[in-house]
């Protein structure tokens, strides 16, 4: 089943065509790995996908229903989260209110209810993050975690509000090699949630790794699209080379 369908997309900057008729999908229970160089259209698609720029030409459907306009706040009432490369968290707050931020619990009186989100943000992290000594707390900043860790309490709190496909954008840049690794590992789980995701990344070596299909996008248009289950990791890195210019 295709939760997203988008075919022949285009889009434009006044002259500059930044999409030049990009065919792309996004399986239920899929992860894909949307790769290109730089200014090759990769970041413009995903605006598209979740709802932050409107396509100009071309069919976009969402579970087989054609989608006219859509926003950020249509992307979320749909399941589509997005997490983006600086991750978006407040690193001087607490991890709890980064969590719930803009989803907060309100009791009857209206107010937070704290003791309710710093009891879930201790559930994940706990059994996402797996920090489970006394050194991290639900009140401790964000500051606190490493890069992986950031990126893994964004990947867990996608997936406690329920979304149905999460957006990764370059999650293991600037990661030390073992941080990366736990941040595989929370993509991992995405799939085995039975959940889908676009991941976006210049590391092959990252992508090969937990992808299930892979679209190359080059100077605004899809290259080429292929399953993992057709290549390995030196035939796809051959392919970026001599299609996509990477």
């Keep these: 089943m295709e939760i997203i369908r988008l075919e022949n997309i285009w889009k434009s900057f006044g002259k500059i065509h930044a999409l030049e008729g990009v065919n792309f999908s996004l399986k239920k229970n899929e992860i894909v790995g949307l790769l290109g160089d730089n200014g090759a259209g990769k970041s413009t698609l995903v605006k598209i996908i979740s709802g932050v720029f409107p396509h100009d030409k071309g069919n976009f459907y969402l579970n087989g229903e ?3 306009k859509f926003s950020p706040k249509l992307a979320r009432q ?7 490369q600086d991750r978006s ?7 709890w209110r980064n969590f719930f931020m803009g989803r907060h619990k309100t009791n009857f009186l209206g107010f937070i209810d704290k003791k309710f989100e710093k009891k879930e943000t201790l559930k994940i992290l706990q059994k996402n993050l797996g920090l489970k000594g006394v050194g991290i707390t639900p009140d401790s900043p964000v500051s606190s975690l490493s890069g992986g860790e950031r990126q893994g309490l964004s990947i867990g709190r996608a997936m406690y509000f329920d979304s149905e496909v999460i957006i990764l954008d370059e999650p293991t840049t600037a990661l030390a090699q073992n941080e990366s690794q736990k941040v595989i590992s929370f993509i991992k789980e995405i799939k085995n949630q039975g959940k889908s995701c676009i991941l976006i990344t210049h590391n092959l070596r990252h992508v090969f790794e937990v992808a299930d299909r892979f679209v190359i996008v080059s100077r ?3 290259d080429t699209i292929i399953n993992k289950a057709d290549t390995d990791l030196d035939n796809l890195t051959k392919i970026l080379i001599d299609h996509a210019g990477i």
């Design 89 to 95: 968290l407040a690193e001087n707050q607490a991890i």
């Design 78 to 84: 749909n399941r589509i989260e997005t997490v983006h």
């Design 66 to 68: 054609k989608i006219e």
């Design 220 to 222: 605004g248009k899809t």
